[in-house]
């Protein structure tokens, strides 16, 4: 009996001690927005031809999937998972990122060239 009730709180322990060392464990690093030269070659020479491959054979089989997702009212969601995410990570990355999409400097450069434009006008 005082062997069930150790055994009860040495896992109640345990499950809160998970608990709280766990959000820490799912916070995300900062994204290197600066890749260094390694990494674009990487990227370059590994990581966009994959790209390719996934956007096209996602692609084939979302053309081959086309008729039951359309039946199933689900042809835009299986698009987007199938060409549309892959295409991205390959077409909008910068190389060497990790994130698709604008970086912080490309934010900065796009307002500069608007505030120049509009100081011009």
């Not at 809160?16 to 370059?44: F, I, K, N, R, Y």
């Not at 039946?71 to 987007?80: F, R």
Request: hydrophobic share 45%.
């Amino acid at each position: 009996m005082k062997t069930i009730c150790a055994n009860r709180r040495l896992a109640a322990i345990a499950l809160v001690a998970s608990l709280l060392t766990a959000p820490p464990l799912w916070a995300q690093t900062a994204v290197d927005e600066s890749p260094s030269a390694g990494a674009m070659v990487g990227d370059l020479l590994v990581a966009r031809p994959i790209g390719l491959v996934m956007t096209v054979g996602g692609t084939a089989a979302w053309i081959v999937s086309l008729p039951f997702t359309l039946m199933a009212g689900h042809a835009g969601e299986a698009a987007e998972t199938l060409m549309v995410g892959p295409a991205e990570t390959t077409f909008l990355r910068c190389l060497g990122c990790r994130e698709t999409g604008y970086t912080n400097k490309d934010i900065e450069r796009n307002r500069a060239q608007s505030a120049d434009a509009q100081s011009a006008d």
